[in-house]
């Protein structure tokens, strides 16, 4: 028989925001929800209140969690993301291709994926939701390499596996990867195939990752591909452009039968197709520039000797060459002397010229002549000139010219004749060269009383 559930009894002490102060037999006090009293309990009501256990509903619920925890664990718990598995796809003398398979997140999402080297971080990995390979390069000839990809999600970090690796020497041709073009001579084409094949190298018509050279004999695309793309069969072709942007050696077959017939690899400088293709153009302009030079039409003859003849070059006059009586410019006449150069220019003709005894001396400086004279006060030179009337009574400059010649063919020396040497230039430093050697020149100094 199944037991009564005990009930108990509290009084209603005091009903305030939603909550009910009861009061127990027993001064037991305990706070209430309001909401679960019986309609109509105030103050002073006596209620009674049973609490039991629903076993039942535990057990729902319970049941209902744990399977919930069952789900969460099958979705997330049980598959995990992959670890990558890291593969080496190509290797030359200075770079590594390497390539992996798509990663798997699971349900995790991803946060980075970094390639490491010698186990130190090199570079992240651009898209790494969908690029499965990279390419490393710069890497020193004949040297030993250790590569890893770190992969870190929301679900934790994968690292993938180490691939140790040593790049080529330059013996080794088996590094080469090289994608054709159009190669016209078909002997050819099979040639070099032939010679990859010998040397353990691959080859392919579509340009991919690890390509390093691009073999063709003309950047035009072939009929067929030309046909099948709808462009011109003298257009460059696409893998073409595409080996240009990629910055790939496009090159002669000869360079790959080259590196089969020396079993090294060999410079590419003398097998450039781009190169061949540069030289001859600029030989050419420069051959044409020298052979194209014709002869100019009368015309444009003509024209070129009127524009040169319009501005004359000023011929240079010496003091030998008879003065011209025509004029440097076209169309112009002669300009005549004016009769002020001609009053000059005729004592100077007349007189021959003479040579001071004087001024072939050599003299130190700071020395004075001996035919020097301090002149009068009573007859100084700015007197006249202050006392003259205006200043167009003065005579002209010619007729001071000739009186001051009348005045030197007289022998009197007026104040106006009289030649003051200038001041000895002040120098802070003499050389004692300078002055050994005029000391060596200059004759016996002599003292000139100027008492």
């Not at 080496?88 to 798509?102: A, F, I, K, M």
């Not at 240079?316 to 008879?322: E, I, K, L, M």
């Not at 002397?337 to 003299?363: F, G, H, I, M, N």
């Amino acid at each position: 028989m199944e037991k009564v559930p005990e009930s108990f009894t509290f009084t209603v002490g005091k009903l305030d925001a939603g909550m009910a102060i009861l009061l127990g037999e027993r001064a037991h006090l305990i706070e209430f929800p309001s909401v679960l009293l019986p309609p109509g309990a105030t103050t002073g009501s006596i209620v009674s209140i049973a609490v039991h256990q629903n076993h039942a509903e535990e057990k729902r619920r319970e049941e209902d969690f744990w399977s919930l925890q069952e789900d969460i664990l099958k979705e997330f718990g049980v598959v995990k993301p992959s670890n990558p598995d890291l593969q080496l796809r190509h290797v030359t003398q200075t770079s590594v291709t390497l390539e992996w398979p798509s990663l798997q997140l699971s349900t995790a999402k991803l946060r980075s994926l970094d390639i490491y080297r010698n186990g130190e971080r090199l570079a992240s990995i651009p898209s790494p939701l969908t690029n499965t390979s990279t390419k490393l390069s710069g890497l020193q000839t004949d040297e030993e390499y250790t590569f890893q990809l770190i992969l870190r999600t929301t679900a934790g970090t994968f690292p993938s596996n180490i691939i140790r690796v040593r790049t080529h020497t330059m013996t080794n041709t088996s590094g080469i990867s090289v994608c054709f073009g159009n190669v016209q001579d078909s002997v050819l084409l099979e040639n070099t195939k032939m010679a990859l094949r010998e040397m353990k190298a691959k080859w392919s018509d579509k340009i991919q990752i690890d390509t390093t050279h691009f073999i063709c004999t003309t950047p035009a695309v072939t009929t067929n591909g030309a046909q099948a793309t709808g462009n011109s069969a003298g257009a460059p072709g696409v893998e073409y452009q595409r080996a240009l942007q990629l910055s790939i050696p496009v090159l002669y077959p000869d360079w790959v039968i080259a590196c089969y017939t020396e079993k090294r690899m060999v410079p590419i400088g003398a097998f450039d197709l781009k190169a061949d293709r540069v030289t001859p153009l600029r030989s050419q302009s420069l051959s044409q520039v020298a052979v194209n030079r014709s002869q100019p039409s009368p015309d444009t003859a003509h024209r070129n000797a009127v524009n040169r003849a319009s501005m004359p070059v000023v011929p240079r006059v010496s003091s030998t060459s008879p003065p011209s009586t025509h004029s440097p410019f076209v169309n112009q006449p002669a300009f005549e002397p004016t009769p002020e150069e001609t009053a000059e220019e005729a004592p100077a003709q007349a007189l021959p010229p003479t040579t001071d005894v004087s001024t072939r001396r050599k003299s130190r400086s700071g020395t004075m002549n001996r035919e020097f004279k301090f002149p009068s006060p009573v007859s100084s030179p700015t007197a006249p000139e202050r006392a003259s009337g205006p200043a167009g009574n003065s005579p002209p400059p010619i007729l001071r010219g000739e009186l001051g010649r009348q005045e030197e063919k007289s022998g009197v020396m007026t104040p106006s004749s009289i030649e003051v040497p200038p001041p000895p230039p002040v120098e802070k430093e003499r050389s004692t060269t300078s002055v050994d050697e005029t000391e060596d020149d200059v004759g016996p100094t002599v003292e000139v009383d100027l008492s």
